[in-house]
């Protein structure tokens, strides 16, 4: 008897993790919206303090062209999302530990240690786009922040499935 499963609920199965991956992502970014406004609300609005606090992100366009700071993002994400697949699969002998936490941790410690000094580090949507549409400086470099982590996620399951885990 074969263990396949049927091809009627596989694509069911796949439309509703394509479903449930749209919701996550409307509520992330409303979560986003809602803090970095109750953020901006608590703020001193005088004499450009926002600037000082934005924590925007944003590249130079004098040291980074725009394909260098969008690689930058990918590779970001890529790092994480292969690193967080790695350890949480146990086909690879990763049984769930304490360990897990640390090294997702600890790869999203040296990423933003990597990239703070080039692009402020995104890698991830919301963190890159919201505050900056939230202070009124969200421009043609958000799209790097916005599409450089997706594209860095997209790249990395493959990624995974057919080299780590194949």
């Known amino acids: 008897m074969s263990t396949r499963p049927s091809p009627s609920r596989s694509s069911s199965t796949r439309e509703s993790v394509f479903v449930g991956m749209i919701f996550y992502m409307i509520a992330q970014f409303a979560g986003g919206f809602a803090g970095a406004g109750v953020l901006y609300g608590l703020g001193n609005h005088g004499d450009d303090a926002l600037e ?50 640390l090294a997702i941790g600890l ?10 000094p080039y692009t402020n580090c995104a890698i991830n949507p919301v963190r890159g786009v919201v505050w900056n549409i939230i202070i009124g400086q969200a421009g043609n470099q958000s799209f790097i922040f916005l599409f450089g982590p997706l594209v860095g996620g997209g790249v990395a399951v493959p990624i995974f499935n057919f080299i780590f885990n194949p």
């Open 52 to 101: 000082n606090i934005s924590g925007g992100n944003s590249y130079n366009p004098e040291f980074l062209n725009w394909g260098q700071a969008f690689f930058f993002e990918v590779f970001g994400t890529m790092f994480l999302v292969l690193t967080i697949l790695s350890s949480i699969n146990e086909s690879r002998g990763h049984a769930p530990s304490y360990l897990q936490p």
């Open 107 to 116: 790869s999203i410690f040296v990423v933003h240690i990597w990239l703070i």
